[in-house]
């Protein structure tokens, strides 16, 4: 059982442009959602989180959406740059301390 | 500062032999810890977290097992591998309780051949 959904394998984006990463989860328990960015044979680095008490939350170049009613979150890139190619993973967590990842995104931004 | 240390960083194991991997963090008192497998163009596989000593909780029932016999120390062990054991095996740590981001270890890449 999925709680936690990426349903694009690959996003292809042209420099400048904005780039959208969709995630879908299931689990109402979550509370607290987290995008990650992940290069190969490296660990996963922070990028922007959001609580459930809000719908927006912005930092620099990138801005995180939460629609609770449709349990659906996306992470907006703007302007999108060729450095932020890499696989994008969504995450949530819940009270009880489990924090799941989705399958992940990998973004590519073309020049 | 807070620091998490994981080693090995690479490994190659027959199948059948054992394993133990390590993971200890640094700068933190009672943190969440966890453990995450990536298999070979998969995503991040949530395995066992822990919210203490001694506290641990199952996601997937495998052939592995984990403990914590410290606060800050949590060891990911199998007492004989599988080729399906083959992923990049990662530990992170977050506070407790679960309201921030989780901080991930350099992983380690295991091959069972």
């Known amino acids: 059982d999925q709680q936690v959904k990426q349903n694009s394998p690959s996003l292809s984006v042209q420099e400048g442009r904005i780039s959208i990463l969709n995630c879908d989860y299931t689990?109402?328990?979550?509370?607290?959602f987290l995008w990650y960015k992940k290069y190969p044979a490296e660990g996963p680095t922070f990028l922007i989180s959001i609580s459930s008490i809000k719908d927006k939350n912005e930092d620099g170049r990138f801005t995180v959406f939460l629609n609770k009613s449709a349990k659906h979150l996306s992470l907006h890139i703007v302007p999108s740059q060729p450095g932020d190619s890499a696989v994008y993973f969504c995450?949530?967590?819940?009270?009880?301390?489990?924090?799941?990842f989705g399958q992940g995104t990998e973004l590519s931004v073309k020049p | 500062s807070q620091t998490i240390h994981q080693w090995p960083a690479t490994l190659v194991q027959p199948v059948g032999s054992p394993l133990s991997l390590e993971c200890t963090v640094e700068g933190t008192s009672n943190p969440n810890l966890y453990w995450y497998r990536q298999a070979a163009g998969r995503g991040l596989q949530l395995l066992f977290y822990?919210?203490?000593?001694?506290?641990i909780s199952s996601e997937v029932p495998q052939n592995l097992s984990a403990s914590r016999p410290q606060d800050r120390q949590f060891i990911l062990s199998s007492k004989k591998l599988l080729l399906s054991d083959s992923g990049f095996y990662l530990c992170?740590?977050?506070?407790?309780?679960?309201?921030?981001?989780?901080?991930f270890g350099q992983g380690t890449r295991l091959t069972v051949v």
């Open positions: 689990n109402s328990m979550f509370d607290y």
């Open positions: 992170a740590w977050s506070s407790h309780p679960v309201m921030a981001e989780a901080f």
């Open positions: 995450a949530a967590s819940d009270q009880g301390g489990k924090l799941i």
């Open positions: 822990s919210v203490g000593i001694g506290q």
